[in-house]
């Protein structure tokens, strides 16, 4: 696979994120459907966006693992969330660790939403190449 990103503004430098994600000849694509807090017996977390959060990208890491993927093949994440404002504030120091980690650069939505699932707050959907 060869991946290729482009940014081509400055101020895209510091979003955690690129404007756009090239790739060429995958050998295959994972398209994950949106993961959220939920434990192994699918019940949803009720805790705060930030613990959600944790929970959510583990599940996300847990799934994306155990379909063969990686999570530095992450391409495509899209972010729903009950509060822009509350992700901004209070999961930035989760959320930048997660991306550095497995340095993913992937383009990036960021979406507020009215609702999710039952008490959920956060929810990660992702595009994931090898």
Not at 23 to 28: D, I, L, S
Not at 62 to 73: A, F, H, M, R
Request: proline share 3%; glycine share 6%.
């Amino acid at each position: 696979m060869q991946k290729k990103t482009f940014d081509p503004w400055a101020w895209g430098k510091g979003t955690n994120s690129v404007q756009a994600v090239e790739v060429k000849q995958p050998e295959g694509t994972l398209y994950c459907s949106g993961q959220v807090a939920l434990d192994a017996a699918g019940i949803p977390s009720s805790a705060d966006m930030r613990s959600q959060l944790i929970q959510t990208i583990q599940n996300l890491e847990q799934l994306i693992s155990e379909s063969g993927y990686k999570c530095s093949g992450i391409v495509r994440l899209t972010i729903y969330t009950t509060s822009t404002q509350e992700f901004f504030t209070t999961c930035m120091d989760v959320y930048v660790p997660f991306i550095q980690k497995h340095a993913i650069q992937q383009a990036t939505t960021l979406l507020e939403v009215k609702g999710l699932f039952a008490t959920l707050t956060v929810e990660l959907e992702a595009t994931v190449v090898k």
